[in-house]
Nanobody, 123 residues
Framework: QVQAVESGGGLVQAGGSLRLSCAAS????????INWFRQAPGKEREFVAG????????VYADSVKGRFSISKDNAQNTVYLRMNSLKPEDTAVYYC????????????????WGQGTQVTVSS
């Protein structure tokens, strides 16, 4: 099982940027994706972006395309989420997790969630 620890959240003004980090440990299968998710107060957890471990294939939610960028450092077992042009509606707890799927169905494959990292965007 893959354990993932998120970091890098904080408070930022609208239009600002943040970079989140996801440190993964355990066996990561090449066909797995490392995905970022988020959950805003009163809302369901949703998929944000994912990157396949074996190559650089990426998937993004429509709401973040063009603003967020996911990347990885296999040697460091770390996945990053660069968030630009942040909006108040991006405010949420952000989580990362590994799994065989990416996209809207990815949350259904996650057995255990980490603590997440809070991102707050002020208007």
């Amino acid at each position: 099982q893959v354990q993932a620890v998120e970091s890098g959240g904080g408070l930022v003004q609208a239009g600002g940027s943040l970079r989140l980090s996801c440190a993964a440990s355990g066996r990561i299968f090449n066909f797995y994706y490392i995905n970022w998710f988020r959950q805003a107060p009163g809302k369901e957890r949703e998929f944000v972006a994912g990157i396949r471990w074996s190559d650089t294939a990426t998937v993004y939610a429509d709401s973040v395309k063009g603003r967020f960028s996911i990347s990885k450092d296999n040697a460091q077992n770390t996945v990053y989420l660069r968030m630009n042009s942040l909006k108040p509606e991006d405010t949420a707890v952000y989580y990362c997790a590994a799994g065989p799927l990416s996209g809207k169905l990815a949350p259904t494959t996650v057995r255990e969630w980490g603590q997440g990292t809070q991102v707050t965007v002020s208007s």
